[in-house]
RNA sequence: GCCGGCGUAGCUCAGAGGUAGAGCAACGGUUUCGUAAACCGUAGGCCGAGGGUUCGAAUCCCCCCGCCGGCUCCA
């Protein structure tokens, strides 16, 4: 049965009692009302949006002392601000979500309006953050757009849906702080999120995705494969490399060694500690000292105020000590470019409420390099370092990451020699170009010594993260003395590139067990393959085929506990090893294994000299398999 | 750092003022098995730390620490 809306349009029956399963038809019909030429994502948009303003109407029924912020739709649904005298409680949360969908069955429609300033004034005086956007807005127009449904009015340009019951399946998901206008110096609200789609099933499918995801999260897989762990009395942010994750990420250096040490790269070492005074110089006492760890003063109690010249800091960067051991010899510019690297732990003081899991720790390892050049090599040797990240994260098979070329902004942190910045800038966008790689422009994100152009991907709760970084370096090769002998005879200041490939090998191995969902390829698997006898008769050759794959320095473990062939089996995809190689009498007998692969799949018996040669040419050539 | 939620066995969780529980994992024994879970048994806990209320606290209160979600930040 079918009802109409006061205008005449055919409106379906209500879809949102719970439970009911909307029919195809049906939900064709519900999106299909009232949209004129609007096209799906535009319209769902709107549904969000009005839902945020359904959120807010009966958030105020409820608190009719509520102040309200703002409510936009996001890209799983929409959200509200709230400022209410006490916090929402999960029960609250229910109890919302209940009025809301008796708002959406009444059907109340949206009409939207354009009043003047000097009546929304009015309209919103007991509204603060609406007379805050009343100011703002009042720069540009003297009419602001209005929508009511309901009881409810709210200060808004439009897109809406034309009355509730287009409003498609929703669920109020959590609440949580968010500072008004994204300031942290301004009051802190209550923010609603709810997530809403076109259709149940959709709403479902978003809701099964996120449990799947949290399935491969890295802080779950890590606990679960025995990776890595955290120790309340160790410290939050330190995370701790059990054997397993141990190899992982020797994998992951030993392979960055490799392509850097091909490029021309030349590793050193400078040790976890420097003065204070270096990181004066730098410009980074100034800049970032809320990052770095406190000061370690030899003699605490005679140390004035802000003295921390001589005192000792745990390195929050390489950069300056770089610069020191650069300025240990004279250099000439047919030294350049001249690049170190050093994979040495830094040390941040970030807040206790950003760490999270290996993505963002206090205790980090960077495959950090600096590189001095002249000026003429910064586009030649900015197109050497994308090749790197291109070549790196092939070899791992990810190519779902994206580039952001951050630029000066506004603000007085900034270097100031616009000819400096004119250069550095054009090189980076002139290599990002000619490389072809799309990225993004940002003003305003640069370092305070240069611009830099930053790789970033999502984790799998949908958190960008950023990984690579190539930045140009303006002020602290001037700053730290740093010099070479051009080919004039005369002293320059060389141009450094800071860059990073992996970023931290701490991000990066959360970032790869969740892109593997921890099913490694079997060069970066800590187990690579498990001998599985059947009986116990079966042992000796079991051993056999574990030493010499071992011989071939292959990582193979032998599971000779009394279970099951079966349950090791079960054991063995849970660790997700790579390849199980089962041996009964017929393998003994025919100096073999039976080879199964991770995806389950039954290769037969294969004689061990053919699984050794095929094992270690997948390690060798790091190749994503098996899948 | 801020707002909110949460800390009970290695893991997932139950217990909500009155003797600390289950499943899985672990360990021991039996079993020797052909591609995702054999059977029996044993052990495992300062209920995150400290302080308070109470005759009595895993449970109520305070304060730390840690974790989770979000905000802010991220050289």
Same mark, same amino acid.
């Given at each position: 049965?079918?009802?109409?809306?006061?205008?005449?349009?055919?409106?379906?029956?209500?879809?949102?009692?719970?439970?009911?399963?909307?029919?195809?038809?049906?939900?064709?019909?519900?999106?299909?009302?009232?949209?004129?030429?609007?096209?799906?994502?535009?319209?769902?948009?709107?549904?969000?949006?009005?839902?945020?303003?359904?959120?807010?109407?009966?958030?105020?029924?409820?608190?009719?002392?509520?102040?309200?912020?703002?409510?936009?739709?996001?890209?799983?649904?929409?959200?509200?601000?709230?400022?209410?005298?006490?916090?929402?409680?999960?029960?609250?949360?229910?109890?919302?979500?209940?009025?809301?969908?008796?708002?959406?069955?009444?059907?109340?429609?949206?009409?939207?309006?354009?009043?003047?300033?000097?009546?929304?004034?009015?309209?919103?005086?007991?509204?603060?953050?609406?007379?805050?956007?009343?100011?703002?807005?009042?720069?540009?127009?003297?009419?602001?757009?209005?929508?009511?449904?309901?009881?409810?009015?709210?200060?808004?340009?439009?897109?809406?849906?034309?009355?509730?019951?287009?409003?498609?399946?929703?669920?109020?998901?959590?609440?949580?702080?968010?500072?008004?206008?994204?300031?942290?110096?301004?009051?802190?609200?209550?923010?609603?999120?709810?997530?809403?789609?076109?259709?149940?099933?959709?709403?479902?499918?978003?809701?099964?995705?996120?449990?799947?995801?949290?399935?491969?999260?890295?802080?779950?897989?890590?606990?679960?494969?025995?990776?890595?762990?955290?120790?309340?009395?160790?410290?939050?942010?330190?995370?701790?490399?059990?054997?397993?994750?141990?190899?992982?990420?020797?994998?992951?250096?030993?392979?960055?060694?490799?392509?850097?040490?091909?490029?021309?790269?030349?590793?050193?070492?400078?040790?976890?500690?420097?003065?204070?005074?270096?990181?004066?110089?730098?410009?980074?006492?100034? !800049?970032?000292?809320?990052?770095?760890?406190?000061?370690?003063?030899?003699?605490?109690?005679?140390?004035?105020?802000?003295?921390?010249?001589?005192?000792?800091?745990?390195?929050?960067?390489?950069?300056?000590?770089?610069?020191?051991?650069?300025? !240990?010899?004279?250099?000439?510019?047919?030294?350049?470019?001249?690049?170190?690297?050093?994979?040495?732990?830094?040390?941040?003081?970030?807040?206790?409420?950003?760490?999270?899991?290996?993505?963002?720790?206090?205790?980090?390892?960077?495959?950090?390099?600096?590189?001095?050049?002249?000026?003429?090599?910064?586009?030649?040797?900015?197109?050497?370092?994308?090749?790197?990240?291109?070549?790196?994260?092939?070899?791992?098979?990810?190519? !779902?990451?994206?580039?952001?070329?951050?630029?000066?902004?506004?603000?007085?942190?900034?270097?100031?020699?616009?000819?400096?910045?004119?250069?550095?800038?054009?090189?980076?966008?002139?290599?990002?170009?000619?490389?072809?790689?799309?990225?993004?422009?940002?003003?305003?994100?640069?370092?305070?010594?240069?611009?830099?152009?930053?790789?970033?991907?999502?984790?799998?709760?949908?958190?960008?993260?950023?990984?690579?970084?190539?930045?140009?370096?303006?002020?602290?090769?001037?700053?730290?003395?740093?010099?070479?002998?051009?080919?004039?005879?005369?002293?320059?200041?060389?141009?450094?590139?800071?860059?990073?490939?992996?970023?931290?090998?701490?991000?990066?191995?959360?970032?790869?067990?969740?892109?593997?969902?921890?099913?490694?390829?079997?060069?970066?698997?800590?187990?690579?393959?498990?001998?599985?006898?059947?009986?116990?008769?079966?042992?000796?050759?079991?051993?056999?085929?574990?030493?010499?794959?071992?011989?071939?320095?292959?990582?193979?473990?032998?599971?000779?506990?009394?279970?099951?062939?079966?349950?090791?089996?079960?054991?063995?995809?849970?660790?997700?090893?790579?390849?199980?190689?089962?041996?009964?009498?017929?393998?003994?007998?025919?100096?073999?294994?039976?080879?199964?692969?991770? !995806?389950?799949?039954?290769?037969?018996?294969?004689?061990?000299?053919?699984?050794?040669?095929?094992?270690?040419?997948?390690?060798?050539?790091?190749?994503?398999?098996?899948?």
């Amino acid at each position: 049965m079918r009802g109409a809306s006061a205008d005449g349009r055919r409106m379906a029956d209500d879809p949102y009692d719970s439970g009911a399963v909307l029919e195809a038809e049906d939900a064709a019909a519900v999106a299909a009302a009232g949209r004129g030429d609007v096209d799906d994502a535009d319209w769902l948009q709107r549904m969000r949006h009005s839902a945020a303003h359904v959120l807010a109407q009966v958030v105020l029924q409820m608190f009719p002392e509520g102040k309200i912020g703002i409510g936009p739709p996001i890209d799983t649904g929409f959200y509200y601000d709230f400022d209410l005298p006490r916090p929402l409680t999960p029960e609250d949360l229910s109890e919302i979500q209940k009025r809301m969908r008796k708002e959406i069955r009444r059907n109340h429609r949206f009409v939207w309006d354009e009043i003047p300033l000097a009546e929304a004034r009015e309209r919103f005086d007991d509204q603060p953050f609406k007379q805050e956007l009343l100011d703002q807005f009042s720069a540009d127009s003297d009419h602001v757009g209005i929508c009511t449904h309901a009881e409810f009015t709210d200060l808004c340009r439009g897109g809406h849906v034309e009355s509730t019951k287009q409003i498609g399946p929703f669920r109020l998901t959590n609440v949580a702080g968010a500072y008004w206008r994204g300031d942290e110096k301004r009051p802190q609200l209550q923010r609603v999120y709810g997530a809403l789609f076109p259709t149940r099933e959709e709403l479902d499918a978003h809701f099964a995705r996120l449990e799947e995801a949290q399935r491969r999260d890295h802080r779950r897989l890590g606990r679960e494969l025995e990776l890595f762990a955290f120790s309340e009395l160790v410290g939050a942010g330190v995370p701790l490399l059990l054997p397993d994750g141990a190899i992982i990420r020797q994998e992951m250096e030993r392979l960055i060694r490799e392509l850097q040490d091909e490029r021309g790269y030349r590793e050193v070492w400078t040790g976890h500690l420097a003065r204070g005074e270096l990181f004066r110089r730098s410009g980074h006492l100034d !800049n970032y000292s809320d990052v770095m760890f406190p000061a370690m003063h030899e003699h605490p109690d005679e140390v004035d105020a802000g003295d921390d010249g001589d005192a000792y800091f745990l390195k929050p960067m390489n950069c300056p000590v770089h610069m020191m051991l650069y300025n !240990n010899s004279l250099h000439s510019y047919r030294e350049l470019p001249l690049r170190y690297a050093e994979y040495t732990t830094l040390y941040r003081y970030e807040k206790s409420g950003q760490l999270s899991g290996l993505t963002r720790v206090r205790s980090l390892t960077q495959d950090d390099c600096h590189i001095f050049i002249t000026p003429e090599q910064i586009s030649d040797e900015v197109a050497r370092v994308l090749e790197l990240v291109q070549t790196l994260f092939s070899t791992y098979g990810m190519p !779902n990451f994206r580039y952001e070329l951050s630029l000066p902004g506004e603000g007085g942190k900034y270097v100031d020699d616009a000819e400096a910045w004119r250069t550095a800038v054009s090189a980076l966008r002139g290599a990002l170009d000619e490389a072809e790689i799309d990225y993004v422009e940002q003003e305003g994100e640069a370092a305070f010594y240069g611009p830099k152009a930053d790789l970033f991907v999502s984790d799998v709760m949908g958190r960008e993260w950023q990984l690579s970084t190539i930045q140009l370096d303006l002020i602290q090769p001037a700053r730290l003395g740093c010099v070479y002998v051009a080919d004039d005879g005369e002293r320059r200041t060389p141009v450094v590139i800071h860059r990073a490939i992996h970023g931290s090998f701490e991000r990066f191995l959360g970032i790869l067990i969740e892109h593997y969902a921890g099913a490694f390829p079997l060069w970066l698997a800590p187990t690579q393959a498990r001998c599985i006898p059947i009986a116990d008769r079966h042992l000796d050759w079991a051993h056999t085929v574990a030493a010499e794959l071992r011989q071939a320095g292959l990582r193979v473990d032998v599971d000779d506990g009394n279970e099951r062939m079966q349950a090791k089996i079960r054991n063995g995809q849970r660790r997700k090893i790579p390849y199980m190689l089962v041996i009964g009498d017929r393998e003994v007998e025919s100096q073999s294994a039976a080879v199964r692969v991770r !995806n389950g799949e039954d290769l037969g018996a294969m004689p061990l000299a053919e699984i050794r040669s095929m094992l270690s040419e997948q390690y060798r050539s790091r190749a994503n398999q098996p899948s």
